[in-house]
């Protein structure tokens, strides 16, 4: 009888590159390179080296500078001496066609940027007819300005007097620019019928978000990975996917929740994240109209993060993007369970930072001047729920009576029976 050995798949092996410039110091370059390992490792890959130079900016030729490249380079030459293969070299920010050829040129593997990597663990999460369509359209729109560097290897296939650029030149087509025109027509092609196929989808949705009754509707806004989907399963008893990895939902969830007799409409959103392509806002817009559509945003932050007020500031950002910067809102800090500080010596003279600063101390800063508009809850241990669930049903009962002002008798005989009770 024949034995089968099941072997474990190998992960790809990876390599990161960022640069350390004026408007991004070591300490943000070292969390954004963070993120980025975070990004392949959700991708399947292993991260085994990470690259960094000191410039004023990026190459326009090759994104870092040529010893750097060279150095990369010479890393890969080793593993593969070593008989350890370097899968793909990663970097941080997006790459133009021309950066993309020509760092391919120099290191010959696999070469993603950061926007490449991310529509990849779309693409690998997208479950819904909906995402799918969504993250193919994203995937065309990246694709479209970077055709040319497929096609390099045919440029000078043309002959004749067209190398030369003398007369009778003009007009003069190699078959690589030929097939650049015919793979651009069917990409737009295509692009058009995704369009088309979203616009469809979304008056379903439309429809459907009109047919869901006189309800108020929450949505659950954030970084990726900050612990939304894990807070909706609480909130509705449900069971949404939740897992410790970035962009675990993409299609949007929505539930009915009913607190202390007031019913309200839930949504789980895709998490947002640094860098986000403008394309990829623009393909995920019906799955945002849930956050545009919203009587009220709740914002959870994942306070144990170290760089959590500047993803507070990413997401801001990107609701201002989407015309929801001035909804009624909310700022969940979670995973206070998880925060942890490091205590300053006594002889450190030095200012003290996120990092030095306990829990408490840090609750007295800005965030004491939200009031009301916040609070602090661990989700995954249940710590301050029941406040939050009070907090909740107090600022959707102010929502639907101005909404639904005919309707607040029936706030006021719902009271009256819960205090009988």
Same mark, same amino acid.
């Given at each position: 009888?024949?034995?089968?050995?099941?072997?474990?798949?190998?992960?790809?092996?990876?390599?990161?590159?960022?640069?350390?410039? #004026?408007?991004?110091?070591?300490?943000?370059?070292?969390?954004?390179?963070?993120? =980025?390992?975070?990004?392949?490792?959700?991708?399947?890959?292993? *991260?085994?080296?990470?690259?960094?130079?000191?410039?004023?900016?990026?190459?326009?030729?090759?994104?870092?500078?040529?010893?750097?490249?060279?150095?990369?380079?010479?890393?890969?030459?080793?593993?593969?001496?070593?008989?350890?293969?370097?899968?793909?070299?990663?970097?941080?920010?997006?790459?133009?066609?021309?950066?993309?050829?020509?760092?391919? /040129?120099? =290191?010959?593997?696999?070469?993603?940027?950061?926007?490449?990597?991310?529509?990849?663990?779309?693409?690998?999460?997208?479950?819904?007819?909906?995402?799918?369509?969504?993250?193919?359209?994203? /995937?065309?729109?990246?694709?479209? #300005?970077?055709?040319?560097?497929?096609?390099?290897?045919?440029?000078?296939?043309?002959?004749?007097?067209?190398?030369?650029?003398?007369?009778?030149?003009?007009?003069?087509?190699?078959?690589?620019?030929?097939?650049?025109?015919?793979?651009?027509?069917?990409?737009?092609?295509?692009? !058009?019928?995704?369009?088309?196929?979203?616009?469809?989808?979304?008056?379903?949705?439309?429809?459907?978000?009109?047919?869901?009754?006189?309800?108020?509707?929450?949505?659950?806004?954030?970084?990726?990975?900050?612990?939304?989907?894990?807070?909706?399963?609480?909130?509705?008893?449900?069971?949404?996917?939740?897992?410790?990895?970035?962009?675990?939902?993409?299609?949007?969830? +929505?539930?009915?929740?009913?607190?202390?007799?007031?019913?309200?409409?839930?949504?789980?959103?895709?998490?947002?994240?640094?860098?986000?392509?403008?394309?990829?806002?623009?393909?995920?817009?019906?799955?945002?109209?849930?956050?545009?559509?919203?009587?009220?945003?709740?914002? +959870?932050?994942?306070? !144990?993060?170290?760089?959590?007020?500047?993803?507070?500031?990413?997401?801001?950002?990107?609701?201002?993007?989407?015309?929801?910067?001035?909804?009624?809102?909310?700022?969940?800090?979670?995973?206070?369970?998880?925060?942890?500080?490091?205590?300053?010596?006594?002889?450190?003279?030095?200012?003290?930072?996120?990092?030095? *600063?306990?829990?408490?101390?840090?609750?007295?800063?800005?965030?004491?001047? =939200?009031?009301?508009?916040? =609070?602090?809850?661990?989700?995954?241990?249940?710590?301050?729920?029941?406040?939050?669930?009070?907090?909740?049903?107090?600022?959707?009962?102010?929502?639907?009576?101005?909404?639904?002002?005919?309707?607040?008798?029936?706030?006021?005989?719902?009271?009256?029976?819960?205090?009988? !009770?």
């Amino acid at each position: 009888m024949r034995e089968f050995v099941i072997t474990e798949a190998k992960a790809e092996t990876a390599v990161l590159v960022a640069l350390i410039t #004026p408007q991004q110091d070591e300490r943000r370059t070292t969390e954004y390179l963070d993120e =980025l390992e975070f990004l392949a490792t959700t991708a399947g890959a292993v *991260t085994i080296k990470r690259f960094t130079q000191r410039v004023n900016g990026p190459s326009m030729v090759s994104y870092v500078g040529k010893g750097k490249l060279d150095e990369i380079r010479a890393f890969i030459v080793a593993e593969e001496e070593a008989e350890r293969e370097v899968g793909m070299v990663i970097f941080d920010d997006e790459l133009t066609a021309k950066q993309l050829r020509n760092i391919e /040129q120099v =290191l010959q593997v696999k070469i993603l940027d950061r926007t490449s990597l991310i529509l990849d663990i779309f693409a690998m999460r997208a479950q819904t007819a909906n995402a799918k369509t969504q993250v193919e359209l994203a /995937q065309y729109r990246y694709m479209l #300005p970077r055709l040319q560097r497929l096609w390099t290897h045919l440029e000078r296939q043309g002959g004749g007097s067209g190398s030369g650029g003398g007369k009778g030149s003009v007009g003069l087509r190699g078959p690589g620019e030929t097939q650049l025109e015919m793979d651009r027509r069917i990409i737009l092609n295509r692009m !058009s019928l995704l369009k088309q196929r979203l616009a469809d989808i979304d008056r379903q949705k439309t429809t459907q978000r009109s047919n869901r009754g006189r309800m108020i509707r929450v949505a659950l806004v954030g970084y990726t990975n900050v612990g939304k989907s894990t807070l909706m399963n609480l909130l509705s008893k449900s069971e949404v996917f939740a897992e410790n990895k970035l962009f675990a939902t993409l299609d949007t969830t +929505v539930r009915k929740v009913i607190i202390d007799n007031l019913p309200f409409l839930l949504s789980d959103t895709v998490g947002f994240i640094r860098k986000l392509p403008t394309d990829l806002i623009d393909s995920f817009k019906s799955t945002l109209d849930e956050v545009r559509e919203a009587d009220l945003l709740v914002h +959870v932050v994942d306070i !144990s993060h170290p760089d959590f007020e500047e993803q507070i500031k990413v997401v801001e950002k990107t609701l201002g993007d989407l015309g929801c910067a001035d909804k009624p809102s909310l700022i969940l800090f979670n995973k206070i369970d998880a925060y942890t500080f490091v205590p300053k010596d006594a002889d450190d003279l030095t200012p003290p930072t996120r990092e030095n *600063t306990p829990l408490p101390d840090l609750m007295r800063t800005w965030m004491a001047r =939200l009031g009301s508009d916040c =609070l602090f809850i661990s989700a995954a241990c249940r710590t301050n729920i029941e406040e939050l669930r009070r907090l909740l049903y107090e600022r959707v009962r102010e929502l639907h009576v101005q909404k639904y002002p005919y309707n607040d008798f029936l706030f006021q005989h719902y009271e009256a029976e819960a205090e009988e !009770s």
